[in-house]
T-cell receptor, first 114, second 115 residues
Framework: DSGVTQTPKHLITATGQRVTLRCSPR?????VYWYQQSLDQGLQFLIQ???????AKGNILERFSAQQFPDLHSELNLSSLELGDSALYFC?????????????FGPGTRLTVL | AQSVAQPEDQVNVAEGNPLTVKCTYS??????LFWYVQYPNRGLQFLLK??????LVKGSYGFEAEFNKSQTSFHLKKPSALVSDSALYFC?????????????FGTGTRLTVIP
């Protein structure tokens, strides 16, 4: 158990809908990262927050947004969902905002868009 | 640009034999290198990392990796494979000098240890 929690574990929804994925980092970790894992794209970095502020952006679509709250939990919002958004979404956390600290991954949220 | 290549989608090895999972990387500066393992229906678990110092890095579950700067490689190794090592392995890299500090992952190598 990495100490990173994600809810829900599974999410099934329809095209055009909006969903929110939630992540609680390990105790003491200030950085939260979101990744998308799909069969055709592999593991892709979406966005990073450090202590409430956006730190880095990757291949995140404009339909997607995220935030980190004062208690350090983070939410990833996915809107106008398309079939291609079906994937595993992972949250990871690390102590520091720099890249030399290992990231600890949550169990993921499996999103299925029908 | 930062990138990682895992040239083998699949590696099969007999139980008790040594295993190697290959990884090569590309960064413009100095690399931070990581190995993660993913078991079915689970998140990625950290195995080991290279930041600086000794080129041979020891990690969890008896795994080790050797950083080779001239060959830009960071192969994962284990002297004696276990059936329980069967999983999906990911190599990841970050350029130490880059402003952003997210990891770039390889496409993964599925390791199967045959009893």
């Amino acid at each position: 158990d990495s100490g990173v929690t994600q809810t829900p574990k599974h999410l099934i929804t329809a095209t055009g809908q909006r969903v929110t994925l939630r992540c609680s980092p390990r105790s003491g970790d200030l950085s939260v990262y979101w990744y998308q894992q799909s069969l055709d794209q592999g593991l892709q970095f979406l966005i990073q927050y450090y202590n409430g502020e956006e730190r880095a952006k990757g291949n995140i679509l404009e339909r997607f947004s995220a935030q980190q709250f004062p208690d350090l939990h983070s939410e990833l919002n996915l809107s106008s969902l398309e079939l291609g958004d079906s994937a595993l979404y992972f949250c990871a956390s690390s102590v520091v905002g720099s890249g030399y600290g290992e990231q600890f991954f949550g169990p993921g949220t499996r999103l299925t868009v029908l | 640009a930062q990138s990682v290549a895992q040239p083998e989608d699949q590696v099969n090895v007999a139980e008790g034999n040594p295993l190697t999972v290959k990884c090569t990387y590309s960064v413009s500066g100095n690399p931070y290198l990581f190995w993660y393992v993913q078991y079915p229906n689970r998140g990625l678990q950290f195995l080991l990392k290279y930041i600086t110092g000794d080129n041979l890095v020891k990690g969890s579950y008896g795994f080790e990796a050797e950083f080779n700067k001239s060959q830009t490689s960071f192969h994962l190794k284990k002297p004696s494979a276990l059936v329980s090592d069967s999983a999906l392995y990911f190599c990841a890299v970050r350029d130490a000098g880059a402003g952003a500090n997210n990891l770039f992952f390889g496409t993964g190598t599925r390791l199967t240890v045959i009893p």
